[in-house]
Nanobody, 129 residues
């Protein structure tokens, strides 16, 4: 079993920055692709950023490109989401997630939540005006 625990959320003013962390335990992190999703009440969980398990390829939602950066430290079993130039519409609960068997499925989409089996409990990010 892979366990994921997010931290680093909080309240920040518009234009500010936060760094979210996702700590993994149970299995070696370097085997897994990791994605960050976010969700607001009444809306579907949406993919924000993704980092692959091998060469560290990254993908981002259009809404966060140029503002968010995903990175990983396999030795520390950590994945990070650096969020800069935050906007009120970034307010959400942020989750990190991993597929069951390591990478996402061949032909799968990184932002398809059904690709992911392991989920953290989430961390709240609130961006004020």
């Amino acid at each position: 079993q892979l366990q994921l625990v997010e931290s680093g959320g909080g309240l920040v003013q518009s234009g500010g920055s936060l760094r979210l962390s996702c700590a993994a335990s149970g299995y070696a992190l370097d085997y897994y692709a990791i994605a960050w999703f976010r969700q607001v009440p009444g809306k579907e969980r949406e993919g924000v950023a993704y980092i692959s398990n091998n060469r560290g390829a990254t993908h981002y939602a259009e809404s966060v490109k140029g503002r968010f950066t995903i990175s990983r430290d396999n030795a520390k079993k950590m994945v990070y989401l650096q969020m800069d130039s935050l906007k009120p519409e970034d307010t959400a609960v942020y989750y990190c997630a991993a597929p069951m068997v390591g990478p996402i499925s061949v032909g799968g989409s990184w932002n398809d939540r059904t690709e992911y089996f392991y989920w953290g409990q989430g961390t709240q990010v609130t961006v004020s005006f």
